[in-house]
């Protein structure tokens, strides 16, 4: 893991438009049958998608990931500091015999960075502790493992190394993507128009290639190439919130929801860094 320091922080400076930077989207599911995987170019004058998985392996993945500068994963990388002592304590009898109301639970179902979503209505992320996410989250912990093994360095506030954590659900709603329900075949419609202001959005500067009319009928495989664009805006100078100070080293351990804070257009042309040195 990277050093000690627990204050708020982003990257020192942004990652310039060099062509050829590369980004990996994962809607991680179960299993590879609810899994898919974009892989996006980024060129100084437009961004293609190279690559969509609507089933993909962890091999794939890892396939995947080892060509990308960034791979975003909409899945939790971690469980709550709380619940895992909770569990420990559990195992040993040291559990405390008080009753656990509602409200004492919240930390043992959220970890800090989605009661921080909540708190900034931001949006409400499954609990991985108490929902079924945690299913995808037991397979995000071993192939975060693999990448570990094959040489991505793997930091799960995002801060470094090649994987952050993404919520496309927040996402979607930042670049005002959204129109209602898109998920299922009964809101294809409405997925059509979302990856419509997608490309408009980008002014002509996206190409889906061969992978246009995949990405109108998958909600999954929109939602991967979402956390592609999300794990570009953490290379760009303040294209994510910061973490809050004080709880870097926690976000290390439990995870942090990398969400944007620039424009769709502003993923091709970073703003410029303005060093106060």
């Not at 996206?206 to 909600?219: F, Y």
């Not at 760009?236 to 804070?261: C, D, H, K, M, S």
Request: hydrophobic share 45%; aromatic share 6%; glycine share 8%.
């Amino acid at each position: 893991m990277p050093g000690g320091s627990d204050s708020a922080f982003w990257p020192a400076e942004p990652d310039a438009t060099v062509p050829g930077v590369i980004t990996v989207g994962v809607d991680l599911g179960a299993e590879p049958k609810r899994t898919a995987a974009a892989m996006l170019q980024w060129r100084s004058d437009g961004v293609e998608l190279l690559e969509l998985l609507t089933v993909a392996d962890d091999e794939a993945i890892l396939d995947l990931a080892l060509q990308a500068d960034k791979t975003g994963i909409d899945c939790p990388l971690g469980w709550s500091d709380d619940f895992v002592e909770f569990v420990n304590a559990h195992h040993t009898g040291l559990v405390p015999s008080t009753p656990v109301d509602a409200n004492a639970r919240k930390p043992l179902r959220y970890r800090a960075t989605d009661l921080h979503l909540i708190d900034e209505k931001v949006g409400r992320p499954l609990s991985v502790s108490s929902d079924l996410i945690a299913v995808p989250a037991m397979r995000a912990a071993g192939l975060l493992a693999s990448m570990a093994r094959a040489g991505i360095e793997v930091d799960r506030a995002g801060v470094t190394g090649g994987v952050a954590e993404t919520y496309p659900a927040a996402a979607i709603r930042h670049w005002k993507l959204d129109e209602g329900r898109y998920k299922g075949s009964d809101h294809l419609d409405t997925l059509a128009i979302m990856v419509g202001r997608l490309r408009k959005a980008f002014r002509g500067r996206l190409d889906l290639g061969a992978h246009r009319d995949t990405i109108r009928k998958s909600d999954d495989a929109f939602d991967a190439v979402m956390c592609a664009l999300v794990a570009r805006a953490t290379l760009i100078y303040r294209g994510t919130a910061q973490i809050p100070q004080g709880l870097v080293q926690r976000a290390r351990r439990e995870g942090w929801i990398a969400v944007p804070t620039c424009r769709l257009d502003e993923l091709i042309a970073p703003v410029e860094y303005q060093s106060s040195h």
